[in-house]
């Protein structure tokens, strides 16, 4: 197995704007998923004819905010596309930052991190996409979103994440669509203290920043990726060696990084 992993990643909320070109739906590292992604898209599109209140719960957002949202996602079919390091940029983006990352890097990061996406199922970050408003855990239609990919994802990603070490950076959302198991996988878990004392819950917004961080230096660091876990440290957050569990004999592997 290949010491370089794979990296599953959320995509984000914010997104660049424009492009080149046109969507192909069939484009990028998964073309087998383009069936279900015009599907989506076509059934996205027929959903922004809905009411604002309507739209407005689908898509999380109101006022400019939706109008914007309804708009891209009318036109998602055929419109221009930035590959997908380009197209997100929330939190997470900006601390992986793959544009000032080597060549070499970049290359890897395109190759081996892939986000899974409410519209667009599972791309890698070298892929072109569109701009598009939707969530994983969105009601569309009479079904979730994560549910119409659960059938989709698991043969496609299956094969794919079984040839490297995968380290799962996901929320818990993206599981109804995809769970990635198996001994090559590493799930990472963000906690912080609650009050005083030793309890501690998972890290929400606040490990945006350092899970970015963290899948830059997954990328960019040489060594097997365990390693690279163990000895991780940025502003406070550090490897929890007691909570974690990363022997390959190991049922579950997980890596526990804690907040100051």
Known sequence: MSSSPYLLLPPSEGKASGGTGEWDP??????????????????????MRGTIAARSKLLGVKGDALAHATTINRAVLGSPTLRAWERYRGVVFEHLAVGSMRARDRRRAEQHIIVLSGLLG???????????????????GTRRVAATWAAAL???LGDVLARREV??????????AYAAA???VIR???????AAGSR????????????????????????????????????????????????PHDDTRTAVIVAP
């Open 200 to 247: 501690r819950a998972a890290a929400g917004h606040a490990a945006k920043a350092v899970k970015g961080v963290l899948a830059r230096t997954l990328i960019t660091e040489s060594g097997p990726a365990p390693d690279v876990l163990r000895e991780f440290a940025w502003e406070g957050w550090t490897f929890d060696a007691r909570a974690s569990r990363l022997s």
């Open 154 to 156: 698991g043969p496609v």
């Open 122 to 140: 599972a791309v890698t970050l070298g892929d072109p996409i569109p701009d598009y408003k939707l969530k994983m855990g969105a009601k569309l």
């Open 26 to 47: 069939a484009a990028g590292a998964f073309a087998a998923l383009a069936p279900t992604r015009v599907k989506i898209s076509k059934a996205l599109r027929s959903a």
């Open 188 to 194: 990472v878990q963000f906690e912080q203290p609650v």
């Open 182 to 184: 198996g001994p090559n």
């Open 167 to 176: 380290i799962d950076l996901l929320p818990n959302e993206h599981a109804a």
